[in-house]
């Protein structure tokens, strides 16, 4: 497999001061890279019984589909509320630069299915303990959590308390 962190940009200042964004759109434009990252997020949960792959919007949609299809699970987006046209479950969670909220349908989600949740990137862990709580409070067991980047500085690995965590490329300083 090719050195993922390679493809990963640095984006000083984004979305706001003091951040430096983790750039994904070098490693999805390189047909490899993707496939790989792909592959990697998918392999620690092959022959588990995973029936849903649950993933936080956007870029998170680009890993969660391709690891749906290879685990032969169905896919479910968790969006921004008013994104969804259906009746829905939503979470708030805080940001490491500001609040909001995701939300997946009402029957995303069927009571004892096997979920994995899957992101781009893991940085105060507030996003995918959100996703969690939804996947938990429509009856679902999650079984991991995937991410292709985490910023292990922020500590968000604690907030994801019990659950298997696994990411490819882990930055320890800003």
């Known amino acids: 497999m090719k050195d993922l962190a390679a493809y990963i940009r640095d984006v000083p200042d984004f979305p ?5 964004f983790k750039d994904i759109t070098p490693l999805l434009g390189d047909a ?7 592959a990697a997020l998918a392999a620690p949960f092959e022959g588990r019984g995973v029936s849903k792959v649950v993933a936080a919007e956007a870029r998170g949609f680009v890993f969660g589909a391709g690891v749906a299809l290879r ?10 509320p008013k994104k969804l046209p259906w009746k829905h479950r939503e979470a708030k969670f805080e940001l490491e630069y500001g609040t909001d909220s995701l939300a ?3 029957d995303a989600v069927s009571p004892g299915e096997n979920v994995l949740l899957v992101d781009d990137l893991i940085a105060t862990g507030g996003t995918m303990a959100a996703v969690a709580r939804l996947v938990e ?3 679902g067991k999650v079984v991991g959590c995937a991410f292709a980047i985490e910023l292990s500085f922020l500590n968000g690995r604690a907030r994801l308390g019990g659950y298997e965590v696994h990411s ?3 930055y320890d300083a800003p």
């Open 168 to 170: 490819l490329i882990k």
């Open 137 to 139: 409070d429509a009856g």
């Open 71 to 80: 685990l032969g699970a169905g896919f479910v987006p968790a969006r921004k």
């Open 32 to 38: 490899g890279a993707f496939a790989g990252t792909v």
């Open 104 to 106: 997946i349908h009402e």
């Open 16 to 20: 706001k001061k003091g951040i430096v």
